[in-house]
Nanobody
Framework: VNLVESGGGLVQAGGSLRLACTSP????????VGWFRRVPGKDREGLIC????????YEADSVKGRFTMTRDKANKTVYLQMNNLRPEDTAVYYC??????????????????WGKGTSVTVSS
């Protein structure tokens, strides 16, 4: 299962970007989905995740109130709307999907499929 991210780029601090994640092969309707990011030299960070049927969700403190994840079932796309971007949001962003249906206690997990990432750079 290939996931494809798009929408990354260069933006000034305070600006917005919307990332998209699509899969030509499968629907996200019956999957847990999530967005992650990685800064070189640091561990991957789970940002926002939602289990199967959106029963359980997780948002990292670093993005609460600024980032929103939505599913577009008609277009088989998962979006990450990023507002009020900060230089520390600069990273490679990845979408992921899986079959996890449980709760998220300490972060995002239970993902089985990953995209290759899209780069976001926020200038000060």
């Amino acid at each position: 299962v290939n996931l494809v991210e798009s929408g990354g780029g260069l933006v000034q601090a305070g600006g917005s970007l919307r990332l998209a994640c699509t899969s030509p092969a499968v629907s996200f309707d019956d999957k847990a989905v999530g967005w992650f990011r990685r800064v070189p030299g640091k561990d991957r960070e789970g940002l926002i995740c939602s289990s199967i049927s959106d029963k359980n969700t997780y948002e990292a403190d670093s993005v609460k109130g600024r980032f929103t994840m939505t599913r577009d079932k008609a277009n088989k796309t998962v979006y990450l709307q990023m507002n009020n971007l900060r230089p520390e949001d600069t990273a490679v962003y990845y979408c992921a999907a899986g079959y996890y249906a449980g709760s998220y206690y300490t972060g995002c997990y239970g993902m089985d499929y990953w995209g290759k990432g899209t780069s976001v750079t926020v200038s000060s």
